[in-house]
């Protein structure tokens, strides 16, 4: 199933690659006034990774399309990779609901109702999200 996971994610990253969205995704974030700062882009990598969790609700099929998303953006910036990778990786984390197995799992083997599987383990995927991102911000200062 796991291979099918990721088999099916690296698939739709390759569609939206083939497509031009890709391209455009990077053209958008390269045309706009943002800063000139490592910070900025690594914010809209964790943003467009934490879009596409939300949407999608795989945390793999996220990162995985976030990663082809934002390798243009490398290649136009010279943002370290790694802290991209980082940075997609924390965004893909946020928010886990009700379209991850993940969520279902959590629920279940704990022995939670839905309303407390969102307070808890939502909550705690979204802190942790943003605690990677301000990982990852912290890091590009010494990077």
Known sequence: M???IIGGGGAFKQVLVDGGIAKYVSEIFTNINMPPLLAAW???AWLLAAVLRVCLGSATVASL???GLVA??????GVNP???VLAVGAGSVIADHVNDAGFW???EYFGLTLKETFMSWTTATTVMSLMGLLSV???SLVV
């Not at 243009?72 to 910036?77: C, H, K, L, Q, W």
């Open 82 to 84: 790694a802290l991209m």
């Open 72 to 77: 243009p953006m490398i290649a136009a910036t």
């Open 105 to 107: 799992m959590i629920k």
């Open 137 to 139: 911000l912290g890091l």
């Open 65 to 67: 399309t976030a990663t």
């Open 2 to 4: 796991m291979l099918l």
């Open 42 to 44: 690594l914010l809209a």
